[in-house]
């Protein structure tokens, strides 16, 4: 078979469909969709039974097509925020999206598919079910919106030994097992350990038969600020207190003690030095949860797991053969590092603003529908490669600030932005007579220019 199309986007996860939509939706091109999966919805076909978005749903996938009802929740660790979707949730949204897509005649869906690369004849590109070939003829652009791949723990490959007779089981797992064992070692720092506790302290384990295995203790946002529509001030009180932390810094140590005085940083146990820091977030109830574990080992990563022991960087620490590990090591967001987006017969999806996947994936879609040159392109979207440490802290907040100040010179940009229901600030402007959000913006523009300059000084490039 062979496809003649404008695009060809390798990979129909959240930010490969969040692309497509817009593009779709700003020029009038052909696009072929290539996934490996049996259906869209990239990791997410894989997530853990009890995952949920970390952010609200009400800025979550494809600009035009809203995910939930903006619900606020009013039980849980959730209580009193906005929505977040379950996995199933998700996975339907994104099923539903690609249909939309596809009804519109110009968008065709390959799932099953495995991009194989360039040939003279075009892109190869094989059906994995018949092991058929196909040639795909590409009149524009080869777009990679697998990059930034998702490392999860349904599909990694375990960093670690497991001896024969040691229970380890994915997260995945956890739900259908966990009545099995009279104890549990959590391993991994982050989300999805934390989600991993959460979910065995609610179903009636006690703190003191979960031990965590931390490699490091990890920074984690507040919830709070995170939230959009009606309480979306308090996103803009959360970047305003980042900006008043980035101005008055004198070391990247200081400028974590600002953020965690303010309340926009939290660490599970404050008298333990954090370096890890992944933009993920916790609720007070969710990190008053997980606080409740005491047994905490921090020997670094594991190297070997066996019946009575782990085996760690810088130690070891004793168990016994009824523990039941919970692996949850899978790197998560991938910090691969930045390339530019905008290349010849190619785009390379990456962040552009911090910690918004698909709006950032949809920024791309809108420039490349509307801009002709590449370098006008790039320099409206910057890649802004993902945290691990907190020494990304400063490139990353720095590098969105200075991109956003171009996009308020580009009256498009600064309209598609305004108008995105991906844009979690979309909703700031019918709450601008609010004193407090008055307060936030005028906090924010006083001292984002100085936190730019300031952080400078933390090793943050300067393009």
């Not at 949730?89 to 110009?106: D, H, K, N, P, S």
């Not at 998560?332 to 530019?340: D, E, Y």
Request: hydrophobic share 40%.
């Amino acid at each position: 078979m062979l496809v003649n199309t404008d695009y060809l986007v390798v990979g129909a996860g959240a930010t490969g469909l969040a692309f497509v939509d817009a593009l779709a939706a700003a020029a009038d091109v052909e696009v072929t969709l290539v996934d490996r999966q049996p259906a869209p919805g990239g990791h997410w076909l894989h997530a853990y039974p009890f995952l949920r978005l970390h952010t609200p749903s009400a800025y979550y996938g494809v600009n035009s097509l809203a995910l939930g009802v903006d619900r606020i929740d009013q039980a849980g660790e959730n209580a009193g925020y906005y929505e977040r979707a379950t996995g199933s949730e998700v996975r339907e949204y994104f099923a539903e999206a690609a249909a939309r897509l596809a009804q519109t005649g110009r968008v065709r869906l390959l799932t099953g598919h495995e991009h194989l690369g360039g040939g003279s004849n075009g892109e190869h590109v094989k059906d994995l079910s018949t092991g058929e070939l196909h040639d795909v003829v590409v009149r524009r652009k080869i777009v990679d919106a697998r990059y930034l791949e998702t490392s999860i723990p349904a599909t990694h490959a375990r960093p670690f030994d497991v001896a024969p007779g040691a229970r380890v089981i994915p997260v995945n797992d956890l739900p259908q097992t966990a009545g099995s064992a009279p104890s549990y070692a959590v391993l991994g720092a982050g989300k999805t350990a934390a989600d991993a506790c959460i979910w065995l302290l609610d179903n009636g384990v006690e703190p003191d038969r979960i031990r965590w295995i931390r490699p490091r203790d990890a920074w984690f946002y507040d919830r709070r600020h995170f939230q959009p529509l009606e309480q979306v001030g308090a996103i803009m009180e959360g970047l305003s207190l980042d900006a008043e932390a980035g101005a008055s810094a004198a070391s990247i140590d200081d400028l974590f003690e600002r953020l965690e005085a303010a309340g926009r940083l939290v660490r599970i146990d404050p008298s333990r030095p954090a370096t890890m820091y992944r933009g993920t977030m916790l609720s007070a109830r969710e990190l008053e949860a997980v606080r409740q574990i005491e047994d905490v080992v921090r020997l670094g990563r594991v190297r070997r797991i066996e019946a009575g022991r782990i085996v760690l960087e810088r130690g070891e620490t004793e168990t016994g053969p009824d523990v039941l590990h919970v692996d949850c090591t899978a790197l998560g967001l991938n910090n691969a590092p930045a390339t530019a987006i905008f290349q010849p017969g190619r785009i390379v999806l990456q962040q552009v603003r911090f910690l918004s996947p698909t709006f950032n994936a949809a920024l791309v879609g809108f420039v490349e529908a509307s801009r002709d040159d590449d370098a006008d392109k790039n320099r409206l979207c910057p890649p802004d490669p993902y945290p691990s440490t907190i020494e990304d802290w400063p490139r990353m907040m720095s590098r969105t600030w200075r991109t956003e100040g171009r996009w308020l010179s580009e009256p498009d940009v600064s309209a598609w932005v305004a108008a995105s229901r991906l844009n979690l600030l979309q909703a700031l402007p019918d709450h601008a007579a609010e004193p407090s959000v008055q307060s936030a913006v005028k906090r924010f523009l006083t001292h984002v220019n100085a936190a730019i300059e300031r952080l400078k000084q933390f090793g943050e490039p300067s393009n």
